[in-house]
């Protein structure tokens, strides 16, 4: 599907939405009768949302998962004296889903019982893969290995999976997906992301959108999807999370923007704001983001949340506002619906200060509560709030474990073989390295618990990678040694005697897993103690690394001793199975790489740069040199391509593009392979980059067949972000790239 043409069709989008339902016709009148009849602190505190653990008095623990206990005293004083309309995140870890159950109906016996208007409150979390704060739910890769599937059907059922699970425990609104395009591999939330390119992040924002929010929000496997984090946070100059991007507008609406304009296309119902500055300011104080660029141009009606404290912080951190009651002004201003407080009343107390002094006018309240309260009538929260007793039976499915299954076994990328891999039957494995025998390495951040380093948090039915392996190839097959740890440790010795009698070692290096803050790291070179293990390793010995990370650890230094090299970032509980399954050749590979693996620390340079970055200290030395390239992803087999077809006649800019390809499996078993179509603009005012991905797609083919490939892709697609910051399309000529097959074709003035 085309992304720079999604501009277009935006206003047509925003008049279809006004033929409104009579059903919704009938919520207006009611949300209008509503919102008259509230009080200024009702509306305050309507815009208002805490952290449950502001309103609880014990917090869940590894000892005692379902121990955390609701504070009656708080919970009473927020819901019933303050009017607060969203609760969200869970205490410390996953809670069961009967005790989700427990917690939503209390509070939302309080709301609708004990309130004048009986507004249900909304209850929101981060269901980032899959409904991780869920005990029993099914945890998915984290979304750059759903993006290396390349798979836009499954990621949809993936997220339709996290929105059964989410909302069976009696959620019904996900922080998610996250829309950051990861152009900065430094950063602590990479893994989060669905990787650098613009066109892939745009078609999985669709997907996640859809999967999540289905046909009707109403329904009991929906949750309201939010996109995150608008906007540009994931390019923080130093690496460090909430640390301030700065960036030309047209290369921030090229390349950050897109994945939101198509959310807000599905009907995403909520957007969560950047908690840092972009080019000097602040998100949540910015009115030309938040209002002129999100609701004048993109038409978006939903409800726009802070990130967590982040109202505050304009005052303590930015020191945009001398104090917080002007943090709260500006923000509201700027166009935030609802603040994540999350702890306490300052922004509830400010507003209703504010508009009491004449600062704020009521309507800004009155247009806010109202995006909030068609939230809830379309979650169908005014007819029944309370979790379905019975829904607890939807988490945790063998539907949804196969899909997760799948998903790992797409996502892992097959970087290099040197004709190890497969490994017979038969070969003895010496399994090693930080990864081999932990659950947080499988899974990464959220996962049980925010930072996802709790192993005790997690579910005891869950395998590691050694478990998995001693359960398909028998415990007498497997060694296993630890050999470097994550506190620095080694044990090199010991892991060097066991290898003596394996025929396979398999190392299998990790980061520790990290989101946010407590992720930030300062050197994106693999821990050193771990790359010496590789180092130790390189005996002769077939020797098989397995990277589970967060983002591109570099492994430069070591990836030359390794026979085989597979990226599986954080593939989740059914990772070490596909891992085992991908080594002994129970299926063939397919993920690609959605990012460029770097080779030299100061070198991070995405796929799409531009031509001058490509100048090195010589002729010899490339200044674009991945250790991997984007799209890169081995099988099994071999696929040729031939005969790229492409019109010879030059194009209108209202034309298609239409695209043929032949690509024939030339080798010895079935495969998946991603046919990835590049285009590069040969000359433009801008200086143009070396290519873009405009569009993809997925074949499988059984040994000797041969498909022909077709794309039709709108013109508009060639545009760019000009000087003036909006599209154009300069006619003249474009190189059109397909595996090795290349093609001209041309764009003539209209
Ligand atoms: C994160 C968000 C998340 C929120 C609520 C913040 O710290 O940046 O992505 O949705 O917390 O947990």
């Known amino acids: 599907m085309p992304v720079l043409s999604r501009l277009i069709p935006l206003a047509l989008l925003a008049l279809c939405a006004s033929h409104r339902s009579a059903a919704q016709d009938a919520s207006e009148k009611t949300i209008s009768a509503i919102l008259a009849a509230m009080s200024l602190e009702e509306k305050a ?6 952290t449950l653990g502001a309103l609880s008095s014990r917090e869940a623990n590894s000892e005692n998962p379902d121990g955390h206990q609701l504070d009656p005293v708080k919970l009473r004083h927020a819901i019933v004296n303050k009017h607060i309309g969203s609760i969200l995140n869970v205490h410390n870890m996953a809670f069961s889903a009967e005790h989700w159950h427990r917690t939503l109906t209390t509070i939302q016996d309080l709301a609708t019982k004990e309130t004048g208007h009986k507004i249900p409150i909304l209850y929101g979390i981060d269901s980032v893969h899959g409904a991780n704060y869920v005990r029993e739910a099914t945890l998915f890769p984290h979304n750059l290995g759903l993006a290396a599937t390349c798979n836009t059907q499954l990621v949809e059922q993936c997220h339709a999976i996290t929105a059964r699970e989410t909302r069976a425990a009696g959620i019904p609104w996900n922080f998610g997906p996250s829309l950051d395009v990861g152009r900065q591999p430094l950063w602590s939330r990479y893994v989060e992301t669905f990787g650098e390119d613009v066109h892939i992040a745009s078609m999985m924002a669709t997907a996640a959108v859809r999967g999540l929010q289905g046909n009707s929000l109403s329904s009991p496997h929906s949750v309201a999807a939010t996109a995150k984090h608008f906007l540009a946070y994931s390019f923080p100059a130093s690496g460090q999370d909430r640390t301030q991007s700065l960036l030309p507008e047209h290369y921030l609406r090229e390349h950050f923007l897109p994945p939101f304009l198509h959310a807000v296309e599905q009907n995403v119902q ?3 704001v950047n908690s840092s500055e972009v080019n000097g300011l602040p998100v949540h104080a910015n009115h030309n983001v938040l209002t002129k660029l999100l609701r004048g141009q993109m038409k978006f009606k939903g409800v726009v949340v802070t990130d967590w404290e982040d109202v505050k912080k304009l005052h303590n951190l930015h020191r945009v506002a001398p104090n917080i009651k002007e943090a709260v002004r500006l923000s509201v201003q700027a166009g935030i619906d609802m603040c994540m407080a999350p ?3 300052h922004f509830t107390n400010n507003l209703i200060a504010l508009v009491r002094e004449g600062l704020v006018p009521e309507e800004v309240l009155n247009a806010s509560v109202r995006r909030i309260l068609r939230l809830k009538f379309a979650l169908g929260l005014f007819d029944n709030p309370y979790p379905d007793p019975d829904a607890a039976g939807e988490i945790g499915k063998e539907d949804a474990h196969a899909l997760s299954r799948q998903a790992a076994r797409e996502s892992l990328v097959l970087l290099k073989n040197n004709g190890v891999l497969p490994l017979s039957k038969e070969s003895t494995i010496l399994l090693t390295g930080p990864g081999c025998h932990s659950l947080t390495a499988l899974h990464g951040s959220w996962s049980y618990t925010w930072q996802g380093t709790d192993e005790a948090a997690y579910p005891e039915t869950l395998d590691t990678v050694l478990e998995s392996f001693n359960a398909r ?8 040694a630890r050999g470097a740890q994550w506190d620095g440790s080694t044990d090199f010795d010991y892991a060097l005697r066991k290898a003596r009698n394996a025929d396979v070692i398999v190392c299998v290096l990790a980061e520790r897993p990290g989101t946010e803050t407590p992720g930030n790291i300062r050197d994106l070179s693999m821990p050193e103690n771990q790359l010496r293990l590789v180092r130790r390793l390189a005996t002769g010995k077939p020797l098989v690394l397995v990277l589970l990370e967060n983002r591109p650890r570099l492994i430069t230094k070591v990836a030359g001793h390794c026979h085989a090299i597979i990226y599986a970032g954080h593939p989740g509980p059914h990772g070490g199975g596909a891992l085992y399954e991908l080594l002994m050749g129970q299926f063939n590979p397919s993920g690609r790489l959605p990012f460029t693996y770097p080779r030299d620390p100061n070198s991070l340079l995405p796929y799409d740069h531009k031509h001058s970055d490509t100048i090195g200290p010589d002729k010899d030395t490339p200044g674009f040199n991945p250790l991997y390239e984007f799209g890169h992803g081995l099988s099994y087999t071999t696929f040729k391509y031939d005969k790229l077809k492409v019109p010879t006649e030059p194009l209108n800019q209202t034309d298609n593009l239409n695209i043929s390809v032949d690509v024939t499996n030339t080798g010895p078993r ?25 569009a993809f797609s997925q074949v499988e083919l059984p040994p000797g067949e041969t498909k022909t490939i077709t794309f039709s892709i709108p013109v508009t697609d060639l545009s760019y972000f000009g000087t003036k910051n909006h599209l154009i399309l300069e006619p003249g000529e474009f190189e059109v790239m397909i595996s090795d097959q290349k093609a001209r074709i041309a764009v003539q003035q209209e």
């Open 45 to 50: 505190g309507q815009m208002t949302q805490l």
């Open 473 to 480: 190839h028998g415990r007498e097959n497997v060694l296993w």
């Open 343 to 345: 702890n306490d009343f």
């Open 270 to 272: 909520a957007i969560m």
């Open 670 to 694: 079935k495969g998946t392979e991603t046919v990835h179509v590049f285009i590069r603009d040969l000359y433009a005012t801008v200086a143009p980059p070396i290519k873009r991905l405009r």
